[in-house]
């Protein structure tokens, strides 16, 4: 258990891990600090969190450990930030669906004694903010944890158990290799929905009337916050083209096979995917 557990900039995922946190014992005391001095107020009556301070630099104070959680563009200013104020031994970690650039960053922007770590609890939504934020958020749900190889072995020990704490299933892995697979599995999907819904949009609005289950499922995320999409997208820019390639000729493939009348080969793609889409964990 910490003394202290900070978390910086809590939207849905640093409002479950504070609910998660204080539901499973893992900090005596939770600190929180966001940019919205309204927010603030409004924070300071969660039951979940025992102090909101009035700047990053005086949340961090006292913290064993430092769970950044703001929009992905701001994790690694604001990790350049607080780092000067850590204690010696405090680790931090982020919750940022890119990897790369901010393992690399974070790690060199901790100053001596303290650790950077990164993780993506692959756990979000469609909704955003700490008012959606739940305690059952990362039950057995995927996080990553993406180490460099010059990673402090106890302090990725250290982040691997948090996560297990909150009842996350933990992924240690190279952060560009990250990167790869989050492409493909989820912000490749993400692009799918949402051009679906612009083509939908554009090619006739009035049919959403008719919209049954099979599109409300594939669009879900869709109706994801576009302004915290964008900077996803940007961040992961070469990785996302990569998987686009790649599936933009598989979308060829497919579109030649129903051209040709080739139905085996349309079949075949069809059970494919099936067979697949069979083997998700519930």
């Not at 630099?57 to 950044?68: D, K």
């Not at 350049?80 to 982020?94: K, M, R």
């Not at 990785?239 to 493939?253: G, I, K, N």
Request: with cysteine; hydrophobic share 40%; proline share 7%.
């Amino acid at each position: 258990m910490f003394e202290q557990l900070s978390i910086l900039a809590p939207g849905l995922i640093g409002g479950s891990v504070g609910r998660a946190a204080r539901h499973r014992t893992v900090a005596r005391r939770i600190v929180l600090w966001t940019r919205r001095p309204e927010s603030r107020v409004r924070l300071r009556s969660e039951p979940w969190c025992d102090e909101v301070r009035d700047s990053p630099e005086e949340a961090v104070r006292g913290a064993q450990f430092v769970v950044l959680a703001p929009p992905v563009e701001k994790i690694i200013p604001l990790t350049q930030a607080v780092a000067p104020h850590l204690a010696p031994g405090t680790i931090v970690t982020d919750v940022g669906s890119v990897k790369g650039e901010i393992a690399r960053q974070g790690h060199a922007a901790m100053p001596p004694g303290t650790h950077f770590v990164g993780s993506h609890p692959m756990a979000g939504s469609e909704k955003t903010g700490w008012d959606h934020a739940s305690e059952t958020l990362f039950e057995r749900r995927t996080c990553f944890v993406t180490p460099l190889r010059e990673t402090d072995p106890h302090a990725v020990d250290a982040v691997v158990r948090f996560w297990h704490e909150l009842g996350a299933e933990v992924t240690t892995i190279d952060p560009d290799a990250h990167d790869e697979i989050v492409a493909h599995i989820s912000h490749l999907p993400q692009v799918v929905a949402t051009s679906l819904c612009d083509f939908l949009a554009r090619r006739n609005p009035a049919w959403r009337n008719f919209a049954g289950g099979g599109l409300r499922d594939t669009t879900r995320i869709g109706a994801s916050d576009p302004t915290m999409w964008t900077e996803i997208l940007r961040q992961n820019r070469e990785e996302l083209l990569r998987a686009l390639r790649e599936f933009q000729d598989e979308l060829h493939d497919f579109q030649t096979a129903l051209a040709n009348r080739d139905f085996t080969e349309v079949r075949a793609r069809l059970e494919r995917g099936k067979a697949y889409r069979d083997q998700f964990r519930p």
